[in-house]
């Protein structure tokens, strides 16, 4: 296949667009933010219909700025942002509830007994983040009309008027069978789900549809939830290399092979891709806040912008002291414990903004390393290189802290935009199946490795520290 493929990355604080050309690299981008909102208790929404014009209009702009056709379309989305919705107009029923909102935590608890059952078929962990509690609650709380998705099912069905889901979004709902990779009966009957219409599941790479929405018609070709895209992007396409993606939250995955494991390190099982009917499986791990703890940070006036990170941490020699756990949407792997809230010790009357923002970033590195130990221990190898991209990665102070606490090399991808370049891929591979994965990947050399500076004592020190603030949160 020859001609660019717009990529689209349809994410929590805004959809990049990208029209890529294999030979000629980026030939035009586009930007649409979607601002959700942060209610009290735990609550994340957003307006569906944000979520829609957001791929328009940043699908368009990236068109404009490129002034070619494309030969496809590559969606990547959110994973466990859901809504209800009438598959006969399109027209939402519900706002969506995005990943992080916490409202299903009445679901969950009456499912605890299930607990280990659903993890054991699903490779999930029982918890609000993933689709199916956000569903169930929902279907309790506000509407039973219509089909309750997870967002990407109906921005297909806006796009194309197909009704599908593609097998790595599908595995973050928590009623995919992880083996069979297909909706378990058993699942969607503990959720009080049973005889709700699901999308089909498809391939990550295939022939969905097509769209008019940006134009002229593209045919929708790949499909993929935006974690995974950026794993594949990122040419981790075996086990032994692990990526880590800091955009709103930060996410490591490490890939399995095609056999699917179910960590017992506190890491969540679950589908990599499937392509040609072929099922790759991947370890995952979040940190819920990077970015949008940097967000907070400048909302409450230690950083005019994003911008200052590197500056005003750079201002001080280290955090004097400070401690930031930085659980402002609770703590996800390994420790599952979303009901936390963030904390900051060490405080005194000589600690500046400087020392807050090193303790920020200590603590989204800590947290990333103790996801790697985890894949590690699981995968029962050390994973010898990290490789890294989203908008965080512009921080060179995050990059070599992240460096040192993990005490293995950090790999900066040379295009910050690696979940659109893994969208981008897996379009030309579902317009011509002709193609191999390795020819669709994009070149893998890094814009920067960042080399542990400290010594692994001192290291394994720092660490200790932030556990030890995690173990006062727990109570343990």
Same mark, same amino acid.
Not at 184 to 208: I, M, N, Q
């Given at each position: 296949m020859t001609g660019p493929v717009l990529a689209v990355d349809q994410g929590t604080s805004g959809t990049k667009a990208l029209v890529l050309c294999p030979e000629r690299g980026v030939l035009g981008t586009g930007f649409a933010e979607v601002r959700p909102r942060h209610l009290p208790g735990g609550l994340v929404e957003v307006d569906p219909a944000r979520l829609y014009d957001s791929v328009v209009e940043a699908g368009r702009r990236a068109l404009a700025e490129a002034g070619e056709d494309v030969v496809a379309l590559g969606l990547a989305n959110q994973g466990e942002t859901v809504l209800a919705w009438d598959p006969d107009t399109g027209r939402p029923l519900t706002d969506a509830l995005v990943w992080q909102d916490r409202r299903a935590e009445t679901v969950c608890a009456g499912l605890a007994g299930h607990a280990e059952e659903l993890r054991e078929l699903t490779g999930l962990p029982l918890d609000p983040y993933f689709a199916a509690p956000k569903m169930?609650?929902?279907?309790?709380?506000?509407?039973?009309?219509? +089909? @309750?998705?997870?967002?990407?099912?109906?921005?297909?069905?806006?796009?194309?008027?197909? %009704?599908?889901?593609?097998?790595?979004?599908?595995?973050?709902?928590?009623?995919?069978?992880?083996?069979?990779?297909?909706?378990?009966?058993?699942?969607?009957?503990?959720?009080?789900?049973?005889? #709700?219409?699901?999308? #089909?599941? /498809?391939?990550?790479? !295939?022939? @969905? *549809?097509?769209?008019?929405?940006?134009? !002229? #018609?593209?045919?929708?070709?790949?499909?993929?939830? &935006?974690?995974?895209?950026?794993?594949?992007?990122?040419? =981790?396409?075996?086990?032994?290399?692990?990526?880590?993606?800091?955009?709103?939250?930060? %996410?490591?995955?490490?890939?399995?092979?095609?056999?699917?494991?179910?960590?017992?390190?506190?890491?969540?099982?679950?589908?990599?891709?499937?392509?040609?009917?072929?099922?790759?499986?991947?370890?995952?791990?979040? @940190?819920?806040?990077?970015?949008?703890?940097?967000?907070?940070?400048?909302d409450i006036g230690v950083l005019s912008s994003a911008a200052d990170l590197d500056p005003v941490g750079g201002a001080v020699p &280290?955090?004097?002291?400070? /401690? %930031? +756990?930085?659980?402002?949407?609770?703590?996800?792997?390994?420790?599952?414990?979303? &009901?936390?809230?963030?904390?900051?010790?060490?405080?005194?009357?000589?600690? /500046?903004?400087?020392?807050? =923002?090193?303790?920020?970033?200590?603590?989204?590195?800590?947290?990333?390393?103790?996801?790697?130990?985890?894949?590690?221990?699981?995968?029962?190898?050390?994973?010898?290189?990290?490789?890294?991209? *989203?908008?965080?990665?512009?921080?060179?102070?995050?990059?070599? /802290?992240?460096?040192?606490?993990?005490?293995?090399p950090v790999e900066v991808s040379a295009l910050a935009d690696a979940t659109a370049l893994g969208a981008a891929a897996l379009a030309r591979l579902g317009a011509d199946p002709g193609l191999s994965v390795a020819d669709v990947l994009p070149d893998g050399r890094p814009a920067a490795v960042y080399e542990p500076r400290i010594p692994a004592d001192q290291a394994a020190e720092r660490r200790a520290g932030f556990r030890a603030a995690v173990a006062a949160l727990l109570g343990t």
């Open positions: 169930a609650w929902i279907r309790r709380h506000l509407t039973r009309d219509g +089909v @309750v998705t997870t967002s990407d099912a109906w921005l297909v069905h806006r796009l194309t008027g197909a %009704f599908a889901t593609d097998a790595a979004t599908a595995g973050r709902t928590q009623l995919l069978d992880l083996d069979r990779v297909e909706w378990s009966p058993r699942a969607l009957d503990l959720y009080g789900l049973a005889g #709700e219409r699901l999308p #089909e599941v /498809t391939d990550s790479a !295939r022939p @969905v *549809g097509t769209t008019r929405a940006f134009g !002229r #018609e593209i045919p929708l070709t790949g499909l993929i939830v &935006d974690q995974q895209a950026a794993l594949l992007a990122q040419r =981790v396409t075996g086990p032994g290399a692990a990526k880590c993606t800091y955009g709103t939250g930060a %996410f490591l995955l490490a890939h399995t092979g095609d056999r699917p494991r179910r960590g017992d390190s506190g890491l969540v099982g679950c589908v990599a891709w499937r392509l040609a009917g072929h099922t790759g499986y991947c370890l995952d791990g979040q @940190v819920y806040t990077a970015a949008s703890a940097v967000r907070w940070l400048t &280290d955090s004097g002291g400070v /401690t %930031f +756990v930085p659980a402002l949407a609770g703590l996800a792997a390994p420790w599952w414990r979303g &009901d936390l809230r963030g904390s900051l010790t060490g405080l005194g009357l000589d600690t /500046t903004a400087g020392h807050l =923002v090193r303790a920020l970033c200590e603590g989204i590195a800590a947290q990333v390393a103790e996801l790697a130990d985890a894949a590690a221990d699981d995968l029962g190898a050390p994973l010898t290189t990290l490789r890294v991209d *989203g908008g965080l990665t512009r921080s060179a102070l995050l990059m070599q /802290t992240q460096a040192d606490l993990l005490q293995h």
